[in-house]
């Protein structure tokens, strides 16, 4: 029962925007720092964005710099992915992850989600 929920990827328009949504199950999403990573066909994984424990610290791809915003609210155990402006490019299956540690640093990560598709598409 220790895991991670993404919710909120859906098939938009260019220039649409969808909220993406982890969840934390089993555990306190407070002690961690959540990141946002996007995997497309073919490409290898990039981190999208990821915010320290407190929410006091975030940042950005350059990709999505300015178009996506991260937040969390601990009292709801989740955390957000507010994205604007979408492109087709932005089109992926997006899993958020765990630091083992409270802010965004290191290659180790305590859990992870099952990911939710993003398209982004005419």
């Known amino acids: 029962q220790l895991q991670l929920v993404e919710s909120g990827g859906d098939l938009v328009q260019p220039g649409g925007s969808l909220r993406l949504s982890c969840a934390a199950s089993g555990f306190t999403l407070y002690y961690y720092a959540i990141g946002w990573f996007r995997q497309a066909p073919g490409k290898e994984r990039e981190r999208v964005s990821c915010i320290s424990n407190s929410g006091g610290s975030a940042n950005y791809a350059d990709s999505v710099k300015g178009r996506f915003t991260i937040s969390r609210d601990n009292a709801k155990n989740t955390v957000y992915l507010q994205m604007n402006s979408l492109k087709p490019e932005d089109t992926a299956v997006y899993f958020c992850?765990?630091?083992?540690?409270?802010?965004?640093?290191?290659?180790?990560?305590?859990?992870w989600g099952q990911g939710t598709q993003v398209t982004v598409s005419s």
């Open positions: 992850a765990a630091y083992d540690f409270y802010y965004c640093s290191g290659t180790t990560f305590k859990y």
